[in-house]
């Protein structure tokens, strides 16, 4: 029977409520219920996006020294080929597939509750992998040189649009596959009171990835029409308006699944809890309801929809997205900060920071997404989002620049943390060479971050985003940029070199642990770092909120996080201001 | 808490409890504020005259 202490998250109950006989097990390391049959497809979700993601790596640094004018490496056809193999496996392939790995176990794991359908599941890996391989194998024979936004009427070969939607179609197979299992858990008596924050937050990605498929259907089934010969083309401005519900509205899904992986490697890490279950659940709320609308960022120089339409759609309404991540950037690291000084790192503002587990890759990864994210995603995509200063901004490397610090320094980074606890966990494989583990996120961290500062400041000097020479050689007239903006340039390669080279340390990591990796069966997983019984920790998070609220060290962070946001919006007017004399 | 205490759930905690609920306003919302309203705009614009 379930448990559920007041004003609090649940215990999971008992492990066979609802699972087959022999599918299910008792996590050695947390004690959790774990479901083998969504184990299994955790696994191969999991290694399919590790695979996707090795490709789209290649991708990235193949693009970086292009971009980099001192090396300038691909030819401008194989550039705009790789822009579109990068996007789509970076973006869709790696993250959709590591998002539905973390749908399957978290229900399962924290809900105690066997997946919904294993037949579901298959059709969904099953699709999802299709239609990934046949996309990448479009882009590479060279019949889909048209990015990831395929913005008609660039044309692609019809099996681009056709790969798109299968994988589409998978992906929300394997979410409907999710909200099954809420059903069967909750039918099932699996759990009682309120499902556990880190659910929760699956539960919105989880909502946001059915909008955001509904959007890609609805956009790319005209498209493949259209490209067999079945439709007119369709129109450029709703193309556009309704591509952005899949292309934008995907990248919330990711917000949404980092920062339910934020909560749960505090928890596994420091033992932290969140400060107040329903100030987090109404944040996540916040992102349910008006998240999507940001979408709009990518239209505000279209002349086809009007200023009420932007500024509602990327002011008012988006601004409460934008109160549920300062929530969660608030919460995240004060309930970090609560669970140190309990164990007695109360020296000054920051002596829990000091003492936190930054040996551990699942604190340090998780850290450093948190840090990257609020600081140079949080502030630069409001910036952005900003009508009056979009107008500097569009189709700059700013742009890039942006969701290389949200998407990669965060989600990814994010991903990569607990992929430090997902192969002990579900694959029962330890890792190799534990020294790098530790030093990955760092290395990955420190390059993604000069990757981010490099396209932003590049972008500031006018160099555009999707463009393969910056510098305009051969025009009719000279361009070329700014000497700064070859600085910055350089700044983006070196960063791109050292993030790639952390990211190949990553999948390696991982192959080699998954594949070849001693296995824990029967023993809890090798602590990454000496301190505390994961089970007792894990138990504790179902048990209370933290009640403690003595979190200075956040305060004086968020104070800090506050005046970087001031200062470099109100630059950013400044700076518009001095753009054109208004009289 | 007492029991009725317990018992007594509010309307925003309900919301939070109910993933249903929350698909549909999810779903819903972004489509007519982002979506429909940009077609709707669309729509309505006038064709442009020809130099």
Not at chain 1, 146 to 172: D, W
Not at chain 1, 501 to 514: D, Q
């Amino acid at each position: 029977m379930a448990t559920t202490v007041p004003g609090t998250m649940p215990i999971p109950s008992r492990p066979t409520r609802n699972h087959p006989p022999g599918e299910v097990r008792t996590c050695d390391t947390t004690g959790l219920t774990v479901c083998t049959t969504a184990d299994k497809f955790v696994r191969y979700h999991a290694v399919s996006a590790v695979v996707f993601l090795a490709v789209g790596g290649v991708g990235a640094i193949l693009l970086a020294l292009t971009r980099w004018p001192a090396v300038h490496l691909l030819s401008a056809e194989w550039y705009y080929r790789v822009l579109t193999l990068h996007g789509l496996n970076m973006l869709i392939f790696w993250i959709l597939n590591f998002e539905i790995a973390l749908l399957y176990f978290l229900p399962t794991a924290l809900l105690g509750t066997r997946l919904y359908s294993k037949a579901l599941a298959w059709v969904g890996l099953a699709l999802m992998t299709v239609g990934a391989l046949l996309v990448d194998y479009v882009i590479l024979v060279g019949d889909a040189d048209v990015l990831m936004t395929s913005y008609v009427p660039l044309l692609a070969h019809p099996l681009f649009y056709l790969g798109v939607i299968v994988f589409a179609v998978g992906a929300l197979v394997g979410v409907g596959n999710f909200f099954g299992t809420l059903y069967i858990a909750k039918r099932d008596h699996t759990y009682e009171g309120s499902m556990p924050l880190v659910v929760f937050g699956a539960t919105a990605a989880a909502i946001i990835a059915v909008v955001t498929l509904l959007h890609g259907a609805v956009t790319l089934i005209p498209t493949f029409l259209w490209s067999i010969g079945l439709m007119d083309a369709p129109d450029p401005g709703w193309y556009r308006i309704t591509w952005w519900g899949l292309g934008h509205m995907s990248q919330q899904v990711n917000v949404c699944a980092m920062v339910g992986v934020w909560y749960f490697l505090g928890t596994l890490t420091t033992g932290a809890k969140p400060l107040s279950e329903s100030v987090c659940r109404g944040a996540f709320v916040l992102y349910i309801l008006f998240i999507n609308v940001a979408s709009a960022h990518h239209i505000l120089v279209d002349p086809g929809v009007g200023a009420s339409w932007k500024i509602w759609n990327t002011s008012y309404a988006m601004y409460l997205a934008v109160l549920a991540s300062m929530i969660h950037g608030f919460t995240v690291p004060a309930s970090v900060e609560v669970a140190m000084r309990k164990k007695g790192y109360n020296q000054g503002l920051f002596g829990w920071l000091i003492n936190a587990p930054w040996g551990n890759p699942g604190f340090s990864g998780f850290f450093f997404s948190l840090v990257i994210f609020g600081f140079g995603g949080g502030i630069t995509g409001v910036v952005l989002g900003t009508q009056q200063i979009n107008i500097m901004a569009h189709n700059t490397l700013r742009i890039p620049g942006h969701f290389h610090v949200t998407v990669v320094g965060g989600t990814t980074l994010a991903f990569m943390a607990v992929t430090y606890y997902v192969v002990p966990l579900v694959f029962r494989k330890e890792f190799y060479a534990r020294t790098l583990c530790k030093i990955q996120p760092w290395l990955f961290a420190i390059g993604i971050t000069m990757v981010g500062i490099g396209m932003s400041f590049a972008g500031s000097y006018g160099v555009p985003r999707r463009t393969w020479d910056a510098e305009h050689a051969g025009a009719a007239f000279p361009v070329g940029i700014d000497p700064g903006a070859h600085v910055m340039l350089g700044l983006m390669g070196i960063g791109a070199l050292i993030a790639f080279t952390a990211l190949l340390l990553y999948v390696g990591l991982v192959v080699a642990a998954v594949f070849f990796g001693r296995s824990n069966e029967g023993t809890k997983m090798q602590a990454w770092h000496i301190e505390r019984d994961l089970k007792e920790s894990v138990k504790r998070e179902f048990e209370h909120e933290a009640g403690d609220h003595h979190v200075p060290g956040t305060v004086v962070l968020v104070g800090v996080f506050l005046a970087s946001f001031v200062v470099y919006y109100f630059a950013n007017w400044k700076w518009l201001a001095d753009v054109w004399w208004v009289r | 808490m007492s029991k009725t205490g317990a018992e007594k759930v509010s309307p925003i905690q309900k919301l939070m409890d109910n993933p249903w609920l929350l698909l549909v306003l999810g779903v819903v919302l972004p489509t007519i504020s982002y979506t429909v309203w940009g077609w709707i705009e669309l729509w309505n614009l006038p064709k442009a005259l020809l130099p």
